[in-house]
C-alpha cells in the first residue's frame, strides 16, 4: 500500500496497544514503524542500479514475518534500556511495536505487487491482489482514528475511535475479498465458454476501489482481458484477446532477469518486439496497452536475442483519460457494439 496509508495504520495499531498516557508517543512511534519496512528502496538503490533487481528486492527481507519480530524486538530492547515510556510499560510496549511493523507486509501482500513474506525462503512473493495501492476507503476510517486519538489523549473516547478505525478499515479488506470471490466466479464461468477454464490467471481491483475490476487470462499466444463492475455487469464477462511474443520469450527464458522476473510475477508477462528489442511488460499493474513495468531484456542481432543489462522503460500513459473512462464503467455496463469496437481497436493498436 502507500506510504501514508501504512503510516496511519502503524499508528493506529501502536496507539490502540500502548498505554493511554503514552497515546500521543505511541502515534508517533506507530507512524516511523509503519513506514519502516519501505526504506529499504533507499539500500537497494545504492546497491545496483538494475531495474529488474530493484523491483524483485523490494519488499523482500524488509517485509519479512521471519525477519521483522527480531528487528521489533531490537527496536523495544534498545528503548526499554534507555529507560522511559517503554521501560515504564515494557510488555504493552513490546506488543505495539512487533504489531506495527507487522501490519505492513500483511496490508502489502493484499496488494498486487508481490510480498516476499517469508523471506529468505525461495517462495513466490504473495500477491492476494484484494485491494489497490491506494484505495482511501480503506485509510479514510484509520486516519480519523488517528486524528481522534492525536486530540483526545487519554480521554476515553480515543480508545474507541482506534478501535473503530481500525475495526472498519478490516472490515473493508473483507469485503475485497467478497468481491474478488464474486469477480472470479464470473470469470470462471467466461473463460470455461471459451476453453480457457485451466488458463492461469489472476483478477485485480482497478485504481481507488474494489466496486471494478480487471481479471487476465494466459493463453498459448498471450492472454486475454476483462474488466467486471459488480454494480453494473450482469452478464457473461467478456474479454478481449491480445497477442504475446511467446516464440521471443521462450528464446530468452534461460536469461537471469527473465528467470527473476518469472518468477516474481509469475509468469504474467507480455512480451512485444520494440524497435529490436524483446520488451517485457508486467501484466499485473496497469492495462492493456499501459503498464507501470516495462523492461528491455535482450536485443535481436544477427537474427538471435542477444542479452542486455536490463532498462525500464516509460511509454505514454494516458492516465486522466484511463480515470473518467474508469469511473463511468463502474456505473455503466459497456453495450455490445461498444465493446466489441473496443475490442477491435485494442487489437488493432498491438
Known amino acids: 500500500m502507500d506510504s501514508f496509508t501504512q503510516i496511519v495504520l502503524g ?6 496497544i500502548a498505554p493511554p498516557q503514552h497515546r500521543r508517543a505511541a502515534l508517533l512511534a506507530g507512524a516511523a514503524l509503519g513506514t519502516l519496512p519501505d526504506l529499504d528502496v533507499l539500500p537497494i538503490n545504492l546497491i545496483t542500479n538494475d531495474p529488474v533487481a530493484r523491483m524483485t528486492w523490494h519488499r523482500s527481507w524488509s517485509h519479512s514475518l521471519l525477519v521483522l519480530p527480531l528487528v521489533a524486538w531490537a527496536i523495544w530492547a534498545w528503548f526499554r534500556s534507555r529507560g522511559g515510556r517503554v521501560a515504564q510499560s515494557p510488555t504493552r510496549w513490546f506488543w ?46 484509520l486516519l480519523l482514528a488517528c486524528a481522534i486519538a492525536w486530540f483526545a489523549r487519554e480521554r476515553r473516547i480515543a480508545q474507541p475511535a482506534l478501535v473503530a478505525g481500525l475495526a472498519l478499515s478490516s472490515l473493508y479488506l473483507g469485503l ?39 481479471v487476465v487470462a494466459m493463453t498459448p499466444d498471450g492472454f486475454v482481458e476483462g474488466e467486471r463492475s459488480l454494480v453494473a455487469d450482469r452478464g457473461p464477462m467478456r474479454f478481449r484477446h491480445h497477442a504475446s511474443d ?32 524483446l520488451v517485457l511488460s508486467d501484466l ?67
Open 11 to 16: 499508528a493506529a495499531v501502536a496507539a490502540a
Open 96 to 141: 505495539a511495536m512487533q504489531v506495527a511493523l507487522l501490519t505492513h507486509p500483511l496490508l502489502d501482500a493484499f496488494t498486487v505487487y508481490g510480498t516476499q513474506l517469508l523471506w529468505p525462503l525461495p517462495m513466490p512473493p504473495a500477491m492476494w491482489s484484494s485491494v489497490f495501492i491506494i484505495d482511501p476507503l480503506y485509510t479514510v476510517w
Open 176 to 214: 475485497s475479498l467478497l468481491a474478488k470471490h464474486q469477480v472470479e466466479r464470473a470469470a470462471d464461468q467466461a473463460l470455461a465458454a471459451q476453453q480457457l477454464e485451466n488458463a492461469r490467471r489472476f483478477s485485480v481491483p482497478m485504481p481507488f476501489n474494489i466496486l471494478l475490476w480487471r
Open 246 to 277: 511467446v516464440a521471443a520469450l521462450a528464446q530468452v527464458r534461460e536469461l537471469p532477469a527473465v528467470q527473476r522476473l518469472q518468477w516474481f510475477n509469475r509468469g504474467f508477462m507480455k512480451a512485444q518486439v520494440h524497435e529490436g528489442t
Open 284 to 350: 499485473r499493474m496497469g492495462a492493456e496497452p499501459d503498464y507501470s513495468f516495462r523492461f528491455a531484456v535482450a536485443r535481436q542481432e544477427a537474427g538471435e536475442w542477444k542479452s542486455i543489462a536490463p532498462e525500464q522503460l516509460q511509454w505514454p500513459w494516458e492516465a486522466g483519460r484511463r480515470l473518467g473512462a474508469m469511473w463511468h464503467r463502474i456505473w455503466h455496463e459497456p453495450d455490445g457494439d461498444v465493446a466489441a469496437a473496443h475490442s477491435a481497436e485494442r487489437d488493432g493498436a498491438n
